[in-house]
């Protein structure tokens, strides 16, 4: 059975940094985007940033230039470096990772981690 784990979430100030990791345990293969979503309390949630298997990256317009998702194939692990963190950055953390369209485009969601900026 297929988990994804998300990792590095804390509490940073202001300006600060951080980088989420999400590795995926048991057998997986075929993984064409993986994503960051967040949501943060009483708003829907969002995509952050997508990158696909050839590497073509996206981000929310709130993100850009601050935020850069990249991935490792071989570990079938996405992450996030989040720099110049701001308070409304606050928010739980998804990474999503969806299959090709031979395997019905089948996505996985990880568990969430916390990320709060705060003074």
């Known amino acids: 059975q297929v988990q994804l784990v998300e990792s590095g979430g804390g509490l940073v100030q202001p300006g600060g940094s951080l980088r989420l990791s999400c590795a995926a345990s048991g057998s997986i293969f075929g993984i064409y985007g993986m994503d960051w979503y967040r949501q943060a309390p009483g708003k829907q949630r969002e995509l952050v940033a997508s990158?696909?298997?050839?590497?073509?990256?996206n981000y929310a317009d709130s993100v850009k230039g601050r935020f850069t998702i990249s991935r490792d194939n071989a570990k079938n692990t996405v992450y996030l470096q989040m720099n110049s963190l701001k308070p409304e950055d606050t928010a739980v953390y998804y990474c999503?990772?969806?299959?090709?369209?031979?395997?019905?485009?089948?996505?996985?969601w990880g568990q969430g981690t916390q990320v709060t900026v705060s003074s």
């Open positions: 990158i696909t298997s050839g590497s073509s990256t």
């Open positions: 999503k990772y969806t299959l090709g369209p031979t395997q019905r485009f089948k996505a996985y």
